[in-house]
């Protein structure tokens, strides 16, 4: 069974850009048929969906988080990453990556999913 793991800093200062990796294990992230997804859940609120990498390579965002995320993979390690710049207390939050058929990851009832990693932003 396919596992994700989050990694990446617990604390980022406002400004500055937020960087996080997923590496997957027991699959490959170039396998055809799914999406690799980031998403997250501030304190207090729902899952917010934030974009996608596919099989081949394509990549997806959130148009509201559009123009401060970056999505990128790296084959060789399977592993793929987030960057959110110009990051504000407002971006505080559980991070996951989640990898499903579907583009658009909503619920932890789908696919399968990372544990998460809290990153607060505070200086």
């Known amino acids: 069974q396919v596992q994700l793991q989050e990694s990446g800093p617990g604390l980022v200062k406002p400004s500055q850009t937020l960087s996080l990796t997923c590496t997957v294990s027991a699959g490959s992230i170039t396998t055809d048929g799914y999406f690799w997804s980031w998403i997250r859940q501030p304190p207090g609120k729902g899952l917010e969906w934030m974009g996608a990498?596919?099989?081949?390579?394509?990549?997806w965002y959130s148009p509201s988080l559009k123009s401060r995320t970056s999505i990128a993979r790296d084959t060789s390690k399977n592993q793929f990453t987030l960057q959110l710049t110009s990051v504000t207390p407002e971006d505080t939050a559980v991070y996951y990556c989640?990898?499903?058929?579907?583009?658009?990851?909503?619920?932890?009832?789908?696919?399968?999913w990372g544990q998460g990693i809290q990153v607060t932003v505070s200086s």
């Open positions: 989640a990898r499903d058929g579907q583009l658009v990851v909503r619920d932890h009832a789908q696919g399968s």
């Open positions: 990498i596919g099989h081949a390579g394509s990549i």
